[in-house]
């Protein structure tokens, strides 16, 4: 019985590592002559399909740079469902004094796959009107076909210094996050990636 225990947990734990949502930078730049300064407020703008989308990215980003201790306001937050105001979001970023200004950009790519179905033979073993002995009964088993849906979302990043005007780019970002199942743990896992690699930029610095 341990043995098929540890069997199972195995097997769920490979189920939910093969299903878990990736994120992978596929491209970055970052201004060879930007000296990274202190950086205590971070403003953070996504556009995204939906208002939805917008305030679960914006909201898993803030979250992702309070958990490295930085502090940060969403255009979602400031301006509710809004479209980003170019000059009401200069203001806020200089009456706030902001150092950082993070633009994420979204477009969500879906694959479809069909999986044909298939008939395998099992070898017959004997039985003896026992449900143990028909445990391991031989025959044929079916597998149906199914669709499976792979959910991709790509993002284009910038970032901006807000000491200098107008604000300068200072990184630039293209990702990819793959086996999205639903929004919160695609945008956590976006947020993530994005802030550590910041962090190992030398763009966010305490």
Not at 107 to 136: C, H, I, N, Q, R
Not at 151 to 161: D, G, I, L, P
Not at 192 to 204: F, N, T
Request: aromatic share 8%; glycine share 6%.
């Amino acid at each position: 019985m341990r043995s098929l225990a540890r069997a199972a947990v195995t097997a769920v734990a490979l189920m939910v590592l093969s299903s878990c949502t990736g994120t992978k930078m596929v491209q970055t730049w970052r201004d060879p002559k930007y000296d990274g300064q202190p950086v205590k407020r971070v403003f953070i703008v996504c556009v995204g399909p939906t208002d939805a989308n917008r305030v679960v990215l914006e909201n898993a980003i803030a979250q992702a740079l309070l958990d490295r201790g930085f502090l940060s306001a969403t255009a979602t937050g400031v301006f509710a469902y809004e479209p980003p105001d170019k000059d009401k979001s200069v203001a806020f970023v200089r009456e706030n004094k902001v150092d950082l200004v993070i633009v994420q950009r979204l477009m969500k790519e879906t694959d479809l796959a069909y999986f044909a179905a298939t008939v395998d033979s099992m070898p017959v073993t004997p039985t003896y009107g026992t449900w143990y002995s028909a445990y391991g009964y031989g025959g044929t088993a079916y597998t149906p076909g199914y669709m499976e849906e792979d959910t991709r979302v790509k993002a284009e990043t910038t970032v901006f210094s807000a000491h200098s005007q107008p604000e300068k780019l200072v990184w630039s970002s293209a990702s990819t996050t793959m086996n999205v199942q639903d929004a919160k743990s695609g945008a956590k896992s976006l947020a993530q990636s994005l802030v550590k690699s910041l962090v190992e930029a030398g763009i966010l610095v305490k």
